[in-house]
């Protein structure tokens, strides 16, 4: 592959992993490669880094996609032909004569933190092990190469070796031990890494690189987030709640005056002969809205229901009151769960084994949902509150309550609909995204930076 069609596909891998590259800056990174030694690798990757990355959560990715498109080594990567691993004898199970002889460099490797030597190992063990013996469908497996290296096995030498007769069980001890790990860590990374560099010569940089990375966390999709990804969005939902609580408590009329000051306006028309020419008005109060969530929970939006409860929690101190309330087929209020203090993982596991959320199907019922809200919370929403819908907008084909919905919507302040379903599946199958549209206005919201332009497109 020519170095102009490396990068434009190292580029649009980047904008593929959703890290924003400009042209410009696509531009700047070319010039930069004719200044480079290309020959020095960490120098090609700082510059690139330099002109594209714009922020610390992007390195990963950046990383990763860089070793695809500027592998450090081609094939095996070894100085010669890769080792050949005895034949199998029969018997007993016999250790591998040359799992065994890399383990003991690995031993020396991880004592002195020789990151080269490390390098050149695992290329030789994935060469070695890392491949499947079926001909028909070779692969490449990252497990048969730490099983047959299991650089853990070797933690209690070299320790040993580390304290060199030092007290066990005290600080130095400590500190050794989370070096080895560090050590050991970077080792699996390393391990990783070769392997995915294999398969990408097997199956194209292309196709491996879509899949390789996980996007920057603004771009991550809530609808699959993992427990640690939640765990990471409840940091950085906390300024946009703020950024959100401030827009919802924008009035619509925000150019009104406050109220006639009349001591100030009578004192200032004496100057005039007693004529008010000019009119004085009091400051208006700064309004701090009420806030009504409406969330579906069930199983299909579980993530986005997680992660909109942690919207929820984060509000909670910019309103006077925030009420949450969650539904599957039937409705309840789920206010208590989310009380100050409590970790909002094990609200959830709480409101789920004790809010009453199920009726009969246990399938989601948008149209009973609304009526059930209208008829057992009739005052919850008022001229000061506003309210927010989150879900997919999908009911089963059941009824969709519109009229019962646009009632409580018109009572409420401002009232908003949040779908974490990509537009364009909206309005297939069961989804009435469009015809709630009409209703409630509904925004896309897959992400944190789709939330965050929401925030930002309120008038």
Known sequence: MALLDRHVGFLDALRGAGLPVSLAEGLDAARALTVLDLVDREALRAAYAATVVKRPSHRPPFDTLFDLWFPAAVGDGAAGPPPERPAKTAGPRQPDPLAEAMRERLFDLLLDGDEA???????????AFGQSPSAARPAWSTYAVGSALDPRTLMAGLLRAVLEG???????????RQMLEDRIADLNEMIVSETRRRVAEDKGTERVAKVAVRPPLENLDILRATKKDLAELRRAVHPLARRLATRLAIKHKAGRRGRLDFRRTVRASLSTGGV??????????????????LCDVSDSVSSFAHFTLLLAYALREQFTKVRVFAFIDNLDEVTKYFAPGVDVGDAMKTMTSEADLTWVSGRTNYGRAFELFAERYPDVVGPKTALLILGDARSNYGPLALSTLARVAGKARRAHWLNPEPARDWDTGDSASSTYDKVVPMAECRNLAQLGQFIEDLA
């Open 117 to 127: 030597g490390m390098r050149q190992l695992v290329r030789e063990a994935v060469a």
């Open 166 to 176: 030092q007290e066990r069980g005290g600080l130095a001890e400590r500190r050794a």
């Open 276 to 293: 008010p020419v000019r009119t004085f008005h009091r400051p208006r109060r700064p309004h701090k809205p009420e806030l009504v969530v």
